[in-house]
């Protein structure tokens, strides 16, 4: 077996891994302006798709152009999420850049696509391919690829659950009364299939994140308090699986509030894959609790001045109707911006962190209102990861996606761990 890595290595975007030159393990795109893609565009004869974000799925549509017409394989939910992502792309770029796709081949998408469950193994380009949960967001698979020879699993991206090590027991109990690890929109990945070689994610490899429910306490705590002082709270967040995650942490804590942006269309077409999601009542709770926008800006400025909170896209101050909302409620330090995960460096929502300001339609806005960050995170974090590899201490490593993928790797051979970072075009024979 063969791996060719086009994209995704000692970087967190446009994940690409061709097999033998016949099998694409995803092709996303990394955000930017302008935008990057995958340093090839290949002829594969299937895709095979992990997950419904930009970094692994944005580029997709390009490789139907000319008479190519590869199947696509994924899971439903990550088939809606493609066809929804590359329409909200074309309808952003606006000249800004080259797009290498039309709505021409985000049509034909639908036309090859070739949708599996869980556990359910499949033939593609000739190998046995089974996805497996990943427990990132709803639809998130590892992808476990099997010439008859060698059996590989590509994480993708996955979340573990362990958070700080691990959550408490009993610090977070659903409706039921039973226990939450993670995060309240899907569960924990637990499945460890057996593999000679490992593809492993690093977003957070030098990273232990704070244990879940304390930062959901934190968050809901610091939400009421500004809405008790009478201001109102805008929360930042990405439209696939962060806005429907804050939903039901809201829900759960009796917090009203307003959705807006391209996750309101999202949690609607999530409720109609309940398989995917952790609990399907909780999320039809926590729609029913939220309010959704569904007018323009004049609306949105109504809704700004009333003592509320605001959940919108986008999740790093980039675009979408958060660029409404904060010019609103920027001025008056009883008001909060809450972002709800990490933020790119360059991005609006990193310089409002760090420096106090952000870049809003061209013009740079100091802001009064208080900004605070909170780690969300749907990846798993050192702790994760390292649990996750400890099942699989005899196989190949070769570590991606991840700002230093060479620094994991030598963290990893030190621990005893056959572990490698792959370069950009780098082509790994197994």
Known sequence: MKLQFLGGVGEVGRSAILVDDSLLLDYGMLTGNPPQFPVSVPEPDAVVVSHGHLDHVGAVPSLLSGDRRPPIHWTPPTAELARTLARDTLKLQGGRYDCPFTETHVGRMTQVSEPHGY?????AAGYEVTFYEAGHIPGSAHVLVDDGETRLLYTADFHTGDHGGSDAPASRTDRRGEPIRGQRLVSPSTDRPDADVVVCESTYSDVDHEDRASVERRFVDSVQQTVWEGGTVVVPAFAIGRTQEMLLVLDAHDVDCYVDGMGTDVTKML???????????????AKANARFVTGRDGQRRRIADQNTVIVTTSGML????AMTYVPEVRGDPTNKITLTGYQVEGTPGRDLIEHGRADIDGRTMPVAARAEMYDFSAHADSAGLRSFLDDYAGAEILVNHGDDCEGFAETLRADGFDARAPGLGDVVEL
């Open 119 to 123: 556990g359910e193994p499949f033939a």
């Open 271 to 285: 409720l109609r894959h309940p398989e995917f999601v952790r609990d399907a009542d909780a999320l039809r709770r």
């Open 318 to 321: 980039s675009g979408g109707p």
